[in-house]
């Protein structure tokens, strides 16, 4: 049965809300990240510009400026959190991405990543486990601030098109791969992008592959 137009009309508004209001709340969450993180170690090398006799003071600006200038995490803050924006091609979507890791070292990281794909009568939501390898301190004062890093998982995708004859769901096995760059601004944030090669060996509405651009994204680790 075919659907009135204004009832596709009123859908269609709805999804454009939808999408707006995500939009806008991932900006807000970012924004607050960034201020928050920005903010802390501030207020922590301030905090050690004490007594020049306290000597425990004195190791920790040493050992804060050193993270700072080498652009690695504080071995106290293994968790990162990240969230980014993007797009997905062949089906092409709007994407909104958001990541918790676990940082074993200052190489390997593991935690799950969300890919949600949204457009007006398509959607993607493809949660995996990824391992993330990073690779630190690159020769040089500018580069030793960028962290190339690869990463891959496994997990599953649930593809959704809604057309005049209803709405098509199908979930499929899916193993990404990909690799990104980020840029580290403090101790505990940094920016990036990153591609990402989503595979569906068993094939989700005729799809077997898409392709991911996390065009920006904010790292907050805590």
């Known amino acids: 049965m075919m659907r009135a137009p204004h009832v596709r009309s009123i859908h269609f508004k709805l999804s454009i809300s939808r999408t707006a209001a995500l939009v806008a709340a991932l900006v807000a969450a970012l924004v607050a990240a960034l201020v928050v993180a920005l903010s802390a170690p501030t207020a922590a090398l301030a905090q050690d510009w004490g007594d020049d ?40 979507n709007f994407l909104l991405a958001f990541e918790l890791d676990y940082r ?27 391992l993330n390898i990073t690779i630190p301190n690159l020769p040089g004062e500018f580069f030793e601030r960028i962290k190339p890093n690869l990463f891959t998982g496994v997990g599953f995708a649930v ?21 990104g760059l980020d840029y580290v601004l403090s101790e505990r944030v940094a920016v990036g992008s990153r591609m990402i090669l989503n595979f569906l060996p068993g094939r989700a509405l005729g799809e077997e592959f898409f392709y991911t651009w996390e065009v920006a994204s904010v790292k907050l680790s805590f």
Do not use: C, H
């Not at 959704?160 to 990404?176: H, Q, S």
């Open 53 to 92: 006799d306290d000597w425990s003071s004195s190791d920790s600006r040493n050992t804060t400026s050193s993270s700072v200038n080498n652009g690695s995490n504080s071995p106290t803050t293994p968790w990162s959190l990240r969230a980014g924006m993007g797009f997905t091609s062949d089906p092409n």
């Open 104 to 130: 074993f070292d200052q190489y390997v990281s593991v935690g799950p990543l969300f890919q949600i794909g949204l457009e007006d009568n398509r959607s993607i939501v493809a949660p995996t486990m990824n």
């Open 159 to 179: 593809i959704e098109n809604e057309d005049k004859f209803g709405d098509d769901r199908e979930a499929a096995f899916l193993v990404n791969a990909g690799f």
